[in-house]
């Protein structure tokens, strides 16, 4: 059983463009929804985080906009750049004391000039 | 320079043959896992340990095997049972007490069959 849905599988998006990545959760107990970014070869690396108190967090040109009544959460990034191309994957888990992971299936984003 | 250091890079297998895949951490993380990535599945969690000397099943144990002797060491055996083996194998660690816990990934290890 998926427990997070990710949308689209593959995003190609111009130079400068915003690029917005989805995912949806069933589990009503998570309480911490992460995503992570992985360049080809290499092992992710968190890219920014919220948890479900707030419906937005934003750090640079990254922003996690979170519904919780729709149990929906999704990346935006602005301004996007060729360095940005990469693999972006959403997760959830629970309150401390339980911190295993489900991710998303992920997302390949390609920046074109 | 702390981290997580997984070795070797790349694995090579035969059949029936049992292989052991290296994961070391020196970030002082309580908590560990292993996870397997397919193209198009994402991270699927294989085991994980939040203290020495304990491990839980993941989601697709079945054809590995664990330990956890050491806080800073958790190696993957992918043993002759696991049927498809081929998959990059990341292994990543955490720190419990945090309220905004955060997984570190290591470079992964990328595992093929011959």
């Known amino acids: 059983q998926q427990q997070v849905k990710q949308s689209p599988q593959s995003l190609i998006v111009q130079k400068g463009g915003i690029s917005i990545i989805n995912c949806a959760y069933e589990?009503?107990?998570?309480?911490?929804f992460p995503w992570y970014q992985q360049f080809p070869g290499k092992g992710p690396a968190l890219l920014i985080a919220?948890?479900?108190?707030?419906s937005e967090k934003k750090e640079g040109r990254f922003t996690i906009s979170f519904n919780k009544s729709a149990k929906q959460f999704s990346l935006h990034i602005m301004d996007s750049q060729p360095g940005d191309s990469a693999t972006y994957f959403c997760?959830?888990?629970?309150?401390?004391?339980?911190?295993?992971?489900?991710f998303g299936t992920g997302t390949r984003l390609t920046i074109i000039p | 320079d702390g981290g997580i250091t997984q070795s070797p890079k790349y694995l090579f297998r035969k059949e029936g043959q049992n292989v052991t895949l290296s994961c070391e951490q020196n970030?002082?993380?309580?908590?560990m896992y292993w996870y397997r990535q397919d193209p198009g599945q994402g991270l699927r969690l294989i085991y994980y340990?939040?203290?020495?000397?304990?491990?839980q099943k993941g989601d697709i144990a079945e054809g590995y095997s664990v330990s956890r002797e050491k806080k800073e060491s958790f190696p993957l055996t992918v043993t002759s049972a696991q049927k498809n083996p081929t998959a990059f194998y990341l292994c990543?660690?955490?720190?419990?007490?945090?309220?905004?816990?955060?997984?570190?990934f290591g470079p992964g290890t990328r595992l093929l069959v011959l």
């Open positions: 589990n009503t107990a998570f309480d911490y």
């Open positions: 340990s939040q203290i020495v000397n304990d491990f």
């Open positions: 990543a660690s955490t720190l419990r007490e945090r309220e905004l816990e955060t997984q570190y």
């Open positions: 997760a959830a888990s629970m309150r401390p004391g339980n911190e295993k992971l489900t």
């Open positions: 970030l002082n993380h309580d908590a």
């Open positions: 919220i948890r479900p108190d707030v």
